[in-house]
């Protein structure tokens, strides 16, 4: 059991490069969420599913855009990187939503020169 | 949406005192309060939380209570050990899928 896996764990990107985070759970969790964390501004929510085919926006989307195809995955992609999206991004999981424990991947560190 | 401010944003204690952090948020449909701890390069794990027909809640060395009324809550470490280093957030959920994290407290433990 791996729990949530978070592939890369750095990336450098060049301004206007896209990408995609990949972010997978092997617990057969419903609730996933994409965060991103700078200093000084604590853990701020992007995007969350609460099941297979659904996907709402959090505190900070723009810029973002998701998908959730299966119950394990939930890819964030970046279609335009900009200097601002600089930080350090954690997949997080939960059994039926969120408020419950969540789970969290070991973070991806992105640079956007 | 949802405002969690936390203070201090940092807290030195001496190994063996009592540590105590302070949360408050502005939706007053948040209903629950969950506290993560994140160690150096570490991704971060929840170590209580609390829903608000609870007053308080404790768990060997660390508790949490919570003011509806005043819209606060706070995590009491006692007897701080140098493992409790670390940043730690408050959290505060009113739509049932959203957390708003505040902005975290470093807190080191000096032994």
């Known amino acids: 059991n791996a729990g949530v896996t978070q592939t890369p764990k750095f990336q450098v990107l060049k301004t206007g490069q896209s990408m995609t985070l990949q972010c997978a759970q092997d617990?057969?969790?419903?609730?996933m969420s994409w965060y991103r964390q700078d200093p000084g501004m604590g853990l701020r929510l992007i995007h969350y599913?609460?099941?297979?085919?659904?996907?709402d926006q959090g505190e900070v989307p723009n810029g973002y855009n998701v998908s959730r195809s299966t119950t394990e995955d939930f890819p964030l992609r970046l279609l335009s990187a900009a200097p601002s999206q600089t930080s350090v991004y954690f997949c997080?999981?939960?059994?039926?939503?969120?408020?419950?424990?969540?789970?969290f991947g070991s973070g991806t560190q992105l640079s956007v020169l | 949406g949802e405002n969690v401010e936390q203070h201090p944003s940092t807290l030195s204690v001496q190994e063996g005192d009592s540590a105590v952090i302070k949360c408050t948020y502005s939706?007053?449909?948040?209903?629950?309060f969950p506290w993560y701890k994140q160690e150096l390069g570490k991704r971060p794990q929840l170590i209580i939380d609390?829903?608000?027909?609870?007053g308080e809640k404790k768990d060997q060395r660390i508790a949490v209570t919570l003011n509806k009324t005043a819209k606060h809550f706070s995590l009491h470490i006692t007897e701080t050990q140098p493992e409790d280093s670390a940043v730690y957030f408050c959290?505060?959920?009113?739509?049932?899928?959203?957390?708003?994290f505040g902005t975290g407290t470093s807190l080191t433990v000096i032994p």
């Open positions: 959290a505060a959920d009113p739509t049932g899928n959203q957390f708003y």
């Open positions: 599913s609460v099941g297979a085919g659904i996907t």
């Open positions: 939706d007053s449909a948040s209903n629950y």
């Open positions: 617990m057969n969790h419903e609730y």
């Open positions: 997080a999981s939960s059994r039926t939503g969120a408020q419950e424990k969540l789970f």
């Open positions: 609390i829903r608000s027909n609870v």
